[in-house]
């Protein structure tokens, strides 16, 4: 399931792997590591996803000795929950169609 804003896809399948993957392993690049992608590519989704929402879904501090990392805010783990009930129960809901299609496929 994708939404969209305008031109921009404010939540969809990757931003929420993204999520979760940034709270498992509590960064940016790690998370992206994880998902065979650029970190650049990451920080880029991240922030168009944090301006899509009303409150940011990720919160980060910058590295330098101190560390740094990026932690899920309450809304970021609700959306993450929201989304994945949402993917549940329409498949539940288009469980038969969702076959037929797969069964037509080569």
Same mark, same amino acid.
Do not use: F, H
């Given at each position: 399931?994708?939404?969209?804003q305008?031109?921009?896809? /404010?939540? =969809?399948?990757?931003?929420?792997?993204? *999520?979760? /993957?940034?709270?498992?392993? !509590?960064?940016?690049?790690?998370?992206?590591?994880? *998902?065979? @992608?650029?970190?650049?590519?990451?920080?880029?989704?991240?922030?168009?996803?944090?301006?899509?929402?009303?409150?940011?879904?990720?919160?980060?501090?910058?590295? =330098?000795?101190?560390? =740094? !990392?990026?932690?899920?805010t309450?809304? =970021?783990?609700?959306?993450?929950?929201?989304?994945?009930?949402?993917?549940?129960?329409? /498949?539940?809901?288009?469980?038969?169609?969702?076959?037929?299609? @797969?069964? @037509?496929?080569?």
């Amino acid at each position: 399931m994708r939404v969209t804003q305008g031109d921009v896809i /404010a939540v =969809g399948p990757g931003k929420i792997a993204l *999520l979760e /993957a940034v709270d498992k392993t !509590g960064s940016i690049t790690a998370a992206a590591k994880s *998902l065979d @992608m650029s970190y650049r590519r990451a920080w880029l989704l991240l922030d168009e996803l944090n301006r899509s929402l009303r409150t940011a879904a990720v919160d980060s501090a910058k590295g =330098g000795t101190a560390g =740094g !990392g990026s932690v899920l805010t309450r809304e =970021g783990r609700e959306l993450i929950a929201l989304y994945r009930r949402i993917e549940a129960t329409a /498949a539940a809901a288009c469980r038969s169609d969702i076959r037929k299609l @797969m069964n @037509m496929l080569a």
